[in-house]
């Protein structure tokens, strides 16, 4: 028993430790970047080079603008510090990656690895072999299995070629497009319906051909995680595991805990903060949507995926637990959540930052450390609507589409005053919590 306790105290103790100790990821790793954009820019040439070479003439130019247009974006994206080049992260997807290509030939060998500072947990691979993992992935899903389930669905992507046949699928259908907005000028009545009805079919087209794009992924990227040592049944937890996220956050947030964090020495709380807006008198059904939301899906529903795979192989069928994570992976998932916060910053969506600090503190997490964030945060706030680009940093409510819980926190962000926004961000940036 006495061991017992000993090495609860212990535990505790790393955990505190881990807490006050821990600083943020630094991006200022200079020479990696320099050295992943140079290999980056030559992948990406030799890329243009191969298009123009196997799709001649007007196709080829068309594929090869998109890919500079590309390569311009994503440059940008790694020079603005939006991914980090940390060991920890990176042995951990480059093992799995072996894993998975063991009993898998046709994953490609020239794959680049980065880690995105984004909290949403996916995952992407471009035409050059660059595979992007964002840092959500580890907060969110449960165990190394679920994490390589996800890769092998985006590897399904990447040997399927998808994102190529999307480009290119793009270029025809811009050449048909052409050819029948010519002939709707040459008519006089209804052009603006015949042009909404060109857009509307490329537009539900496209979503059509993305949802069956994803459906192929999960069958070659569970045949791929199935020849490899994981447990087959991970792969449908991991979907599961996806569809219960959302981007905000599921957790409700607690009117005690605006009371517990708001309620300040030089400051109390007011309640006209928690007054929500009035949408009762406004009637949804009176507006008729132009487009069918269902068909401009890109992805199906995950329910559906799901029940496709298990149609395809039986032995998903069975039901199981989630397997218990390995000691590398927790130690990255701790990391991941303590970097949600830097990556809300980073991004500038301070607002989500603020409402995830909330909830961390709710759960109590790390209660200085996220303290700190708040204040961090709310001094944003105040600049913003000191500036009056408050839009740009704070979401609108949308009774629609957020949860209850996050349109409570919208109403009482917009109640705050200029002042007392200040004083809340004064009061935390100070560390006199």
Known sequence: MMKKLISFFLLCLSAAAFAQLYQPIDTADYIK???????????????????????????????????KEFSVEFEKKVKEKNFVF??????????????????????????????????????????????????????????????????AHELGHKISDHGLKVFLNLIDQDVMDKTVVENIKLTKINQNKMAFDVLRNRVYKKGAENRKQEMQADSLGYIIFKNSDFKKVQFVNALKRLEDFDTISPRVLKVETYKKYFNLPNQQFKERWLKKEDFSLYNYNHYKEKLNKDSLRTHPEIILRINQLKKNFPELKAEM?????????????????????????????????????????????????????????????????????????????????????????????????????????????????
């Open 86 to 151: 940390n060991s920890v992260f990176d042995v951990k997807v480059k093992s799995l990656i072996a894993k998975l290509r063991k009993n898998n030939p046709q994953i490609p060998e020239n794959l680049k690895i980065l880690i995105a500072k984004d909290n949403t947990p996916n995952a992407y691979c471009f035409a050059d072999g660059t595979f992007v993992i964002n840092m959500g992935l580890f907060s969110w899903l449960n165990n190394d299995d679920q994490l390589a389930a996800v890769m």
């Open 321 to 433: 637990p989630d397997e218990k994570p390995s000691e590398s992976f927790t130690t990255l998932e701790k990391i991941a959540r303590m970097e949600t916060l830097p990556n809300f910053y980073a991004s500038e969506d301070y607002g989500v930052g603020i409402y995830s600090s909330l909830q961390f503190l709710q759960d109590a997490e790390e209660e200085e450390y996220y303290k700190k964030w708040l204040g961090k945060c709310f001094i944003k706030i105040y600049e913003g609507r000191k500036n009056y680009n408050l839009n740009r940093y704070l979401d609108r409510v949308d009774p629609k589409n957020q949860s209850e819980s996050y349109q409570q926190f919208l109403n009482f962000m917009w109640n705050l005053s200029l002042e007392e926004i200040k004083n809340i961000a004064d009061y935390y940036q100070n560390n006199k919590s």
């Open 33 to 67: 970047r320099k050295d992943f954009l140079k290999i980056f820019s030559s992948d990406m040439e030799t890329l243009i080079r191969k298009s123009k070479t196997e799709y001649p003439g007007k196709k080829g130019s068309e594929l090869s603008k998109i890919y």
